[in-house]
Each structure stands twice: as structure tokens, then as C-alpha cells.
């Protein structure tokens, strides 16, 4: 082995060594166990939420194929409508041309010309970060197959009635000029103002005021609403006002959504242009009055002189007009939750339009009741009532997108308007009778995006066809998504799922939390705070990380502030990290937290662990190449069984944390084993049998076939969050201990009952190490030499205690250090010594010419006013009430002999400090 681990050198040669090998193919042995991977945008990056995403889902794949199962995880990505001509449009803008210059056609094949060239950034990229998806079933979401699929659902729902077309008031955005479901609304609140403006009574009696965020909408007022209830206006219900500066009338209405305490306590109603007067609009019967165009211009239906003005503009005029006729009360200061579109950040307008909608709640209540009864299960629990509180106040969701990018809609429009929805044109006409020579129409408009994500588990598998693939992954295992899709994909996969296959999608929805900052900001392109996981990988150098953060910002004036975070976060840009440390960060943070903190000292702390790996697996290698390893007539020591022990522990809790969707659990099992357990001390322990003459050649073999062993399981327990360190290893101690196979993904995942336990030894172990831990301490505090030999006396020594010490004498000199040592024989007066406690035992190092006694008081003192503040803070909470009765029996236990142990602790720091004060004559 190199002697340093540099995983440039090995990733790429190894992921290609998988890929061409077929490796990540199911194996058509076992039980199924699939995922489907959340399609990214085929036109953009993987950012570090893909990326911590990725990982969780490519451990539980990796774990579940080497446990015998047969794993699909299925890759694709997703045309993402907006997004995708948002960003073809820029590219035609830039270089003077536009989409409509262009026709539908053209542009449409500019943007699969650009998706060609520019999609497969996503594919290399997981690649790079070890992905073990199936690339043979790589889809895309407008792949014949999965169009047809599409094309397929909208028939059927429109021939169920479960599609409609109908004027209905959307999300309008005016800069992308398409419908945006709500789910695309990006509400936020925003400074503005509060008009009150005055509506005369048309009988000349005096006027009524009406407070208005938006003046400009004014021209579309049906009526102006009071409450029913309020005295104050009672009278005037029924009543009409002239609406300013259109002379038209309209009537006073009551209605109970009105708030009296808001404003004046009277509303202007403008059904076309506000969804909560909509709804007062269709209770009264009121006039839908559309007085916008699709560009937030005022259209011809108000007075010339405001017809053509932009909204901002036609507001500024409607106030200078209505305070020249004396018609504004006042204007207040107000703070309002303005809706802008997710993409475009335009401030929406709604919009009443012709679109194509799904009645919803039809599907919305299998759809709960699959969660109800269990047949689908949230991890963690707490976002089911979420999943139940969205579901239960669901409304229809508007499909259509006017745009030319995406699953056009499968419906065609003769000369009189009328449509015909079929799988295709000829099937329109052969299905209701229209002759050849009456033209046909396709309608314009395209399916949201996300309704042909919501088929994705089942049209990647091929359906409507009944593959054998259909039958055999679907339903899918688990998603893994972040609680802010939850809406948008997991609740209309369930819907559709359930409709379509009659089962659910998948039988658990892990969701896990999003990924921030190191301050617990968003990572936005805005705040410069966005890390590539890739420049985690790779390195990046300071002038290209400011270069890549700052270059095509949305608010150049940033840049200055952008550039200055970065150089105190990265003054010398970020360094070559490696894929494993990337995921292993990953996986500690895979907590059940909303908000998941990244911090670069967490990677470097996992490179690190990679580098003890190497060169704990470079000191196995050394000493068992060339070394007979035949278990025959091998003894095993006490060491041995113990660290066979500790692995079968770290197993159970290995299993648990997957069992569970604690990965962090998974990935703290295996960092406490490897680093603490196995590096630390299991490797130190060896070497008393390995170094030492008086060891016999059985010995040594026992030692060196458990060195090989534990390392070599230890690679396959760790290859699912670790793929490549684990691999390269593996590959060279696999077959010293006689595991075949030509990738450690395709052996088994070690389980508990896997690895001998012994009880005994751990116990005795146990021991072992708090002695070297107890003389170690003593060192490190007293400032001693690690290479000076430390006499030990032992006082109060049980015949066990003296046992154990004769027994494992060569681990305590070569690991603590010791020279000589005996009990004190009863009666003999302890010289003055360095206390350190075993149990009841004492472990005394005389300090005559060898340390200070006067730090020595200060060491005892130290100590033992910590155990006296451990030990009052646990008889307060043992005195606690509440915790007595509630907590669990076995935890009051635990307490209440920790007490015990504390008790004795400080009486024998006590008499221990007492002893030296008398000795020096300090009383």
C-alpha cells in the first residue's frame, strides 16, 4: 500500500471498474428492495442538499445489496419546464433573438440540442460522488416511455371527469407569462402602503372608506363588502356606491369574511383579481371583471387614459387622480405578504384564465387513508400530521403551463373551440367522428412539471406496459426526500400512485432535514455561502471559488460582500478532501433535525479518519503478508477476544441506526470502533504480542488472523458510507483472509451474530484499560515522560484486582509505562504518590524525586471537586419528584449507583489528599 491515502488516485479508477463491471445491476437474487432517486433539473448542478440526499440513499442501497437483497436504485432526471426555458430563452436573449422569433419547433429543438449538450453535468457528478445507481435504466422525464405515460394518465383522468378545463383565477407570473401552482408561490412579507380610499354613495349621502393595498385593481371592483354584524354599516347594505374614476355603480354586500376590526371595516371586492374575493364573488353572484393583461398591464376593459399602463405605473396615476378629486382619505405605512413567482421572483398576479385543472380531492383520500392505516410510513413521525394537515385541505391543483417546453396537453380544438382529449390526434378523430378535413388544433399549453414527476415510481418501470420490472419494484422500498417537497412530489406520487397501480408508491418516506451553512443560514447564490460538494472533493483554489460565487449574481452590488465572506471563510480557497470524508460528514449529519449545519472542520475531521484507516490498514498488512494464517492451533488473547467483541457491539448498533434511518447513528458506531476501539487501542494491544520475545508463535498467529479479521469485516461495514477507501483496501485483505469476490459490495454486510462475543473478556478488558487510562492520566498531568518507566504501588488491592494485574502484566508496561510494581502489604505506610482509582483499588506512583507534591494536592483537589459537582447534580435530580416516578426504572438505577461510585471516589480523594498534606507537614 502507498504510504499515504490520496483518493484522487483511486476514485475514478474504482467507480469506473464498478460501472463497467455491471456492478450496480440488480442481481435478481433475494427480496427487491428499491429506490427511486428525486429527479434533479437535467439542466443543472448537484448542490450539497443532492449531494447529503445522494449519500443517505446510496448507504441504504449499498447496505441492502450486500444484505442479499435484490437492490434497484433507479437514476433519471427531470425536463423541469421553467427552469430549463428560463434558461435557453437567456441564451437566445443574449445572443439578440427571442423563443417567439424563433416558433415553437425551433425552440423546442434548441432546447433538447441544449439539453444534449449540458445534461449530462448531473450524471458525471454522482459518479464522482459514488452513486450506485443502475445507469442502464438512466430516464428522463420526456423519454418516450414516460411521455406516454404521461399522455396516458391525463386521458384517463379526463375521461373519470378528474381533469377539467375552466376560467379560474391562478398564480399568474407575468415575466415567465404562464400559471404557477401554490406550491410555486414564494410569499414573503414586504414594506408597502395602506390606501384609504373614499367610494361616494351614489344617492350623494356621503361615502364609505375602503382600505386597499392595491389601488390599481380598483377597475375590477364588483362590490364593497362589510361585515353582517357590524352596526356601523348595517344600514348601508344593499346599498350602491359609485366606483371612482370609472363612474360605475356597485353594490354594498355583507359577508362574514370581512374583518371589522381591519382598516375602516370595509373591503373592496375584486373577484378577477384577489382568490379571497373570488370566493365572496361566487357566494354573491358578483361580476368577474378581468382588468389585466398577461404582462400586469391594464387592459382596455378600464378608462382611456389608463389602458396600457404597466401596474406600478397605473397605481402611481390612480392615487394622483383620486387625490385630486379628494377621494384619498390617508395613506399608513404597512407590511403585507407580497406573493413572487419561485423561479422569476416577479411579483404574481392573480389571473383569471382559461386552465386545466385535476379535482383533487377524489385522490387527495385513499391517498390519506394509505397513511392512516399504515401502508405508507413517515420517518420521522412528526411529518405526518403535516402530510395530513396539507392533504386534508387540499385544493384542485391547476396542471397547465404556457409554455413551450414540456408534456404538451393531449388535446385537440376544432374550429368552434371545442376539444377533444385522446392519446393523439388521429384517436380524437377516429374516437368522435371528425372528418379529415375539419382541422384540428393541438392546445398550446404544457403539463406542470411536476405532473409527470408525480408518475416517476411507476413510469420508470415502464408502466402502462405490466414490465416484469413494474412487478418486481414497484412498490418502491423508501423515498428519501427534504421535508420541502413533501407537497409538491411526495403527496402527488402518493395520489397518483395509489390510482393508477392501485398500490402505494413506496412503504416508507424518510425525510430528512435541509442542508445550511456553517451559521445555519440558507446556502443561496445570493448570500455567497454556496459550496460545490465537488470543490469538497477536488480542491478549489481561492481565485476560482470567488470567480465561481460571485459571477452572473442577481445583485452585483453584492459582489464586495460576497468576496469578503469568502476570503475569511476560505483564505486559501478549500482543499482536496476526498469523496469518502465528504459523505462520511454527510452521514454524521443524517440527524432528524430540520436544519443540518455544514462545517468544513467536520469533513477535514473525517479526511483524517480516512488517513488513521490507511495506515492502521498498512500496519495489518505488514505484519500478516508473508505470515502463516491458518487458525489451526492459533491462540486467541484477551485483547483479540475483546475487539471481536467491540465489533460485534459496533454491529448491533450499525443495524439498529439502518433499521431505524439513524445514519448518523451508522456513522458514529463506525467512527467510535474504528478511531477509539481498533486504532487506538486494539492495534497497541497487538504489538505486546507481536513485539514480544516472549510470545508464542500461536500467539502471534491468533493476533495476526484477528487483525486481519476485524479489518476485513470492518471494510464491509463501512463500505456503504465509505465506497472507496473501503474498496481499495479490501481488495488487498480480502483474500489474506479468504474472502473471495472481486468487490467488497458484492460481499456480505456482516451482522452481530457474525463476530464471536465474549463477555468475559470484555469485562477483563475493561479493566485493563482504565489501569493504563488511571497511570496515563497521572503522566499527562504531571507533566512526565511518556518514555520515563513509572513504579506503581497498589493499594487495597482485591485478590481479583491482583489477578488481573499478573495476567496482563505485558499490556500495562507497554502501554502504561510501568516498571516495577507490587500491593502494599497490610499495615505498610503509603509513601507520598500520585493516586489514580481502579474500583476500590488504588493505583499509587510515588513521587519521591519524580513529581511536585504541591501539584499533586492541586490534581487531587481538582478532581475532587468535580466529582463533588457530578455528585450533587445527581442526588438534585434524584430528588427530583417528577424524575423518580417517571423516568425508567433501569435509568434510576444507573443514577443511583453512578452516586455509589462517587461517594467512594471522593472519600478516597479526600484521604488520598490528606495523606500528602500530612507527609509535607501541611496538616
Not at 433573438?97 to 429543438?109: A, C, I, K, M, P
Not at 443560514?521 to 460538494?533: A, L, T, Y
Not at 487458525?631 to 448491533?652: C, K, N, P, V
Not at 451482522?751 to 462475543?757: E, I, M, N, Q
Request: hydrophobic fraction near 45%.
Amino acid at each position: 500500500m502507498d504510504k499515504a491515502f490520496s483518493p484522487a488516485d483511486i476514485e475514478s479508477r474504482l467507480y469506473a471498474q464498478w460501472e463497467s463491471s455491471g456492478c450496480f445491476a440488480p442481481s435478481g437474487a433475494g427480496p427487491a428492495y428499491s429506490i427511486v432517486i428525486p429527479p434533479p433539473n437535467v439542466t443543472g448542478t448537484l448542490h450539497m442538499g443532492h449531494a447529503f440526499q445522494d449519500t443517505i440513499m446510496d448507504a441504504l442501497i449499498r447496505y441492502h445489496r450486500m444484505s442479499g437483497f435484490d437492490t434497484l436504485w433507479q437514476p433519471g432526471t427531470d425536463h423541469a419546464g421553467i427552469a430549463t426555458q428560463m434558461v435557453v430563452e437567456r441564451q437566445l436573449n443574449a445572443a439578440g433573438s427571442s423563443r417567439l422569433e424563433l416558433g415553437r419547433e425551433e425552440f423546442v429543438r434548441r432546447v433538447w440540442a441544449w439539453k444534449e449538450q449540458s445534461g449530462g453535468t448531473i450524471a458525471r457528478q454522482l459518479r464522482r460522488l459514488g452513486a450506485s445507481v443502475d445507469w442502464t435504466r438512466d430516464r428522463f422525464t420526456m423519454d418516450a416511455g414516460l411521455s406516454e405515460a404521461v399522455t396516458e394518465v391525463f386521458v384517463r383522468l379526463h375521461d373519470e371527469g378528474l381533469i377539467y378545463r375552466g376560467k379560474r383565477l391562478v398564480n399568474w407570473d407575468p415575466v415567465l407569462k404562464t400559471a404557477l401552482s401554490d406550491l410555486e408561490v414564494a410569499a414573503q412579507e414586504e414594506s408597502g402602503s395602506l390606501w384609504h380610499l373614499r367610494y361616494p354613495l351614489a344617492d350623494g349621502s356621503g361615502h364609505l372608506v375602503v382600505a386597499t393595498t392595491r389601488p390599481e385593481t380598483l377597475f375590477g371592483d364588483a362590490a364593497v363588502a362589510v361585515h353582517p354584524d357590524d352596526e356601523r354599516y348595517r344600514h348601508l347594505v344593499g346599498r350602491e356606491l359609485v366606483l371612482p374614476l370609472a363612474e360605475r355603480r356597485i353594490p354594498v354586500i355583507a359577508d362574514t369574511y370581512v374583518d371589522p376590526a381591519f382598516g375602516s371595516g370595509c373591503v373592496k371586492i375584486t373577484p378577477a383579481h384577489d382568490f379571497n374575493d373570488y370566493e365572496v364573488g361566487q357566494r354573491h353572484g358578483l361580476a368577474l371583471l378581468n382588468v389585466m393583461t398577461p404582462d400586469a398591464a391594464l387592459n382596455d376593459a378600464v378608462p382611456a387614459p389608463y389602458r396600457g399602463l404597466d401596474r406600478a405605473v397605473a397605481r402611481q396615476r390612480v392615487i394622483e387622480d383620486l387625490t385630486a378629486r379628494g377621494l384619498l382619505e390617508r395613506v399608513d405605512a404597512h407590511k403585507s405578504m407580497v406573493p413572487r413567482g419561485d423561479r422569476s421572483n416577479a411579483v404574481l398576479e392573480p389571473l383569471l384564465t382559461d386552465q386545466w385543472f385535476v379535482r383533487i380531492q377524489p385522490l387527495a383520500t385513499p391517498a390519506i387513508r394509505a397513511v392512516e392505516d399504515g401502508r405508507i410510513r413517515f420517518v420521522p413521525d412528526q411529518w405526518t400530521a403535516v402530510y395530513y394537515e396539507w392533504m386534508r385541505n387540499i385544493k384542485d391543483w391547476c396542471i397547465s403551463r404556457q409554455l413551450w417546453w414540456g408534456h404538451r396537453i393531449p388535446a385537440w380544438y376544432d374550429p368552434q373551440g371545442r376539444y377533444y382529449v385522446a392519446r393523439s390526434e388521429s384517436e380524437a378523430r377516429a374516437l368522435h367522428g371528425i372528418d379529415p378535413a375539419v382541422p384540428l388544433r393541438q392546445d398550446e399549453d404544457v403539463l406542470d412539471t411536476w405532473f409527470s414527476s408525480a408518475l416517476w415510481p411507476f413510469s420508470t418501470q415502464g408502466w402502462p406496459q405490466a414490465t416484469p420490472a413494474l412487478a418486481k419494484y414497484y412498490p418502491t422500498s423508501v423515498l428519501v426526500t427534504g421535508f420541502d417537497i413533501i407537497f409538491f412530489w411526495v403527496a402527488r406520487m402518493i395520489m397518483m400512485g395509489l390510482k393508477f397501480t392501485g398500490e402505494v408508491p413506496f412503504r416508507e418516506v424518510y425525510v430528512h432535514g435541509l442542508i445550511r451553512d456553517h451559521d445555519g443560514q440558507k446556502m443561496s447564490k445570493s448570500k455567497g455561502n454556496v459550496i460545490d460538494p465537488l470543490d469538497v472533493v477536488d480542491g478549489i483554489g481561492l481565485a476560482d471559488l470567488l470567480a465561481k460565487r460571485t459571477t452572473g449574481l442577481m445583485q452585483p452590488q453584492m459582489k464586495p460582500v460576497i468576496e469578503k465572506a469568502t476570503r475569511k471563510q476560505f483564505p486559501q480557497g478549500i482543499a482536496a478532501y476526498g469523496t469518502d470524508a465528504l459523505r462520511l460528514c454527510f452521514a454524521s449529519l443524517a440527524t432528524q433535525s430540520r436544519d443540518l449545519r455544514f462545517d468544513m472542520s467536520r469533513v477535514e475531521n473525517y479526511r483524517n479518519f480516512c488517513n488513521k484507516l490507511w495506515n492502521a490498514a498498512r500496519y495489518v498488512l505488514m505484519n500478516v503478508e508473508g505470515q502463516p494464517l491458518t487458525a489451526e492451533g492459533a491462540e486467541r488473547s484477551l485483547a483479540d477476544r475483546w475487539i471481536e467483541t467491540r465489533l460485534a457491539r459496533a454491529l448491533q448498533k450499525i443495524a439498529q441506526g439502518f433499521a431505524d434511518y439513524r445514519i448518523d447513528a451508522v456513522c458514529a458506531a463506525l467512527y467510535e470502533f474504528t478511531w477509539h476501539e481498533f486504532c487506538d487501542w486494539y492495534l497497541e494491544l497487538s504489538k505486546a504480542v507481536l513485539q514480544s520475545e516472549e510470545a508464542t508463535e500461536a500467539q502471534k498467529r491468533g493476533t495476526r488472523l484477528t487483525l486481519l479479521r476485524v479489518l476485513e469485516t470492518l471494510l464491509r461495514a463501512l463500505h456503504p458510507l465509505a465506497p472507496f477507501i473501503s474498496e481499495e483496501i479490501w481488495l488487498r485483505a480480502a483474500p489474506l483472509a479468504g474472502a473471495g469476490g472481486s468487490t467488497v459490495m458484492h460481499a456480505p454486510y456482516p451482522t452481530p451474530a457474525s463476530v464471536p462475543v465474549d463477555a468475559v473478556a470484555e469485562a477483563e478488558m475493561t479493566w485493563v484499560m482504565n489501569f493504563i487510562l488511571g497511570v496515563r492520566q497521572i503522566r499527562g498531568e504531571m507533566d512526565i515522560a511518556p518514555s520515563r518507566k513509572l513504579d506503581v504501588l497498589l493499594q487495597n488491592a482485591a485478590s481479583e484486582d491482583l489477578d488481573r494485574f499478573a495476567r496482563h502484566r505485558a499490556y500495562l508496561v507497554r502501554l502504561a509505562g510501568i516498571g516495577e510494581a507490587r500491593p502494599l502489604t497490610p499495615g505498610e505506610p503509603a509513601p507520598i504518590s500520585a493516586v489514580a482509582l481502579l474500583g476500590a483499588m488504588e493505583i499509587l506512583v510515588p513521587m519521591a524525586g519524580l513529581i511536585d507534591p504541591a501539584a499533586e494536592i492541586e490534581r487531587l483537589e481538582r478532581r475532587q471537586r468535580k466529582a463533588q459537582g457530578d455528585l450533587e447534580k445527581l442526588e438534585a435530580k434524584l430528588g427530583n419528584a417528577d424524575f423518580a416516578r417517571n423516568a425508567p426504572a433501569d435509568v434510576v438505577a444507573k443514577d443511583r449507583h453512578r452516586v455509589a461510585e462517587l461517594t467512594l471516589e471522593i472519600g478516597q480523594l479526600t484521604a488520598q489528599s490528606a495523606r500528602v498534606r500530612a507527609m509535607l507537614g501541611g496538616g
